[in-house]
């Protein structure tokens, strides 16, 4: 079946270091790849997305590459913010299906 | 525009007690999603809506649970009677046409079962 695999958090970084959180997916046919984030308090929001091999999705300075050959979506940002701090959801949504699969999600602690 | 709004914040009941969750999407959106999120877990879809019309429900314990849209606007899903494992928050989500690229989603109602 369809799923997403999150690396395991918390990831706690200081501010202005560089950010990875890994994600790897399981699906048929050609999904489209999404990040979400959690803000505390706050709804989850659209983060960044891509829809078909080798794009990559950018957003508040984050970035994701859509990895064909190694079933790969990991999120990077090259230097974090204390606002920054949330919980990252990985999500992918099969082609032909409206439903979106998430991984498990991967909080982010920044430190000033 | 006003986001999506979802009532009550947080919910404490006892196992057997039922439970309703209250979601007014974003005006003009014909989709509305609501999702369940256990903690240390993604959100899980249980029930999407188009209008007022059910487009998948697969994943809700229909034993328990039940969602309605009734004039294609609010929605309330309700859990009769919970269990411990029903603990979890509970998203609402609405979309204009159903497109991911402009989901929103509510702050979330969080249940505790006692």
């Known amino acids: 079946g369809n799923s997403v695999t999150q690396m395991e958090g918390p990831v706690t970084l200081s501010e202005e270091a560089f950010l990875t959180i890994n994600c790897t997916y399981t699906a048929t046919g050609y999904p489209s790849l999404f990040w979400y984030v959690q803000y505390p308090g706050e709804g989850l929001q659209l983060l960044l997305k891509?829809?078909?091999?080798?794009d990559k999705g950018s957003n508040k300075g984050f970035e994701a590459t859509y990895r064909k050959e190694t079933t790969s979506f990991h999120l990077e940002k090259g230097s974090v913010q204390v606002s920054d701090s949330a919980v990252y959801f990985c999500?992918?949504?099969?082609?032909?299906?409206?439903?979106?699969?998430f991984g498990k999600g991967t909080k982010l602690t920044v430190n000033p | 525009e006003a986001g999506v709004a979802q009532s009550p914040r947080y919910k404490i009941i006892e196992k057997r007690q039922s439970v309703a969750f209250w979601c007014n999407p974003i005006s003009g959106h014909a989709t509305l999603y609501w999702y369940q999120q256990i903690l240390g877990q993604g959100p899980k879809l249980l029930i999407q809506?188009?209008?007022?019309?059910?487009?998948?429900d697969s994943q809700l314990p229909k034993d328990r649970f039940s969602a309605e849209r009734l004039k294609g606007v609010d929605s309330t899903l309700k859990i009769q009677p919970a269990k411990l494992e029903d603990s979890a928050v509970y998203l609402c989500?609405?979309?204009?046409?159903?497109?991911?690229?402009?989901?929103?989603f509510g702050s979330g109602t969080q249940l505790s079962v006692l």
């Open positions: 989500a609405s979309s204009l046409d159903g497109g991911f690229e402009k989901l929103f």
């Open positions: 809506f188009q209008n007022n019309g059910v487009v998948d």
């Open positions: 999500a992918l949504r099969r082609g032909g299906s409206e439903k979106l699969v």
């Open positions: 891509a829809t078909k091999a080798d």
